[in-house]
């Protein structure tokens, strides 16, 4: 209960605007697959400049990345949306991974996601409406809801793009190859 609790008065004291929220959309490095990268408001007892990344979404799960923070190990986390005045819609996760200390890999159920964006589409904008990712009480992120219900339409729209048209020219990369 001590993480919400601190989670919610972080929120409360948040600013009215989420100005410092920033969408970019990039293609993987690797894959060349579309990215949404968001820097969204830092929440928690030692608030961090975490970024967020959404990939494309596989079968029934979206995958997001988490980084920018030394996270603490087995730490629960959680992913929100909504505001404390009407209530949160939780988004079901199914698998959290850790490939490096400050990074965490989040799996989450595609179903649970879409039907938290149905549960507060239309619900009006407000300065504490936000889609939240907290990580124990030491560390979240929170996003300004309907910019990044927008950027996640735009980031699906991408993904189901003909894959021909995304596919890098690995000729270049190959001469590091060596």
Same mark, same amino acid.
């Given at each position: 209960?001590?993480p919400?609790f601190?989670?919610l008065?972080?929120l409360a004291a948040?600013p009215a605007?989420?100005?410092?929220?920033?969408f970019?959309?990039e293609a993987d490095?690797l894959?060349?697959?579309p *990215?949404l990268? =968001?820097?969204?408001s830092?929440?928690?007892?030692?608030? /961090?400049a975490?970024?967020?990344?959404? &990939?494309c979404? @596989?079968?029934?799960?979206w995958?997001?990345d988490l980084?920018g923070?030394d996270?603490?190990?087995g730490?629960?986390?959680?992913?929100?949306l909504?505001?404390?005045?009407?209530?949160?819609?939780e988004?079901?996760?199914?698998?959290v991974?850790?490939?490096d200390?400050?990074?965490l890999?989040?799996v989450?159920?595609?179903?649970?996601?879409?039907?938290a *964006?149905?549960? =507060?589409?239309g619900?009006?904008?407000t300065?504490?409406? /936000?889609a939240?990712l907290?990580?124990g &009480?030491?560390? @979240?992120?929170a996003?300004g809801?309907e910019a990044?219900?927008?950027e996640?339409?735009?980031?699906?729209?991408d993904?189901?793009?003909?894959?021909?048209?995304r596919?890098?020219?690995a000729?270049?990369?190959?001469?590091?190859a060596?």
């Amino acid at each position: 209960m001590r993480p919400l609790f601190c989670l919610l008065a972080a929120l409360a004291a948040a600013p009215a605007a989420h100005a410092q929220d920033s969408f970019v959309r990039e293609a993987d490095f690797l894959t060349g697959r579309p *990215l949404l990268s =968001v820097l969204g408001s830092g929440l928690g007892q030692q608030p /961090a400049a975490l970024t967020l990344e959404f &990939s494309c979404p @596989g079968t029934g799960v979206w995958s997001l990345d988490l980084h920018g923070a030394d996270f603490p190990v087995g730490a629960p986390i959680t992913f929100d949306l909504g505001d404390a005045e009407r209530g949160w819609q939780e988004v079901r996760l199914l698998a959290v991974q850790r490939p490096d200390a400050d990074r965490l890999r989040i799996v989450v159920d595609e179903a649970s996601f879409r039907a938290a *964006l149905a549960g =507060v589409a239309g619900v009006p904008e407000t300065a504490t409406t /936000a889609a939240v990712l907290q990580v124990g &009480s030491e560390f @979240g992120v929170a996003v300004g809801l309907e910019a990044l219900a927008r950027e996640i339409g735009h980031l699906a729209q991408d993904c189901q793009a003909p894959r021909a048209a995304r596919v890098r020219d690995a000729a270049p990369l190959a001469r590091y190859a060596r």
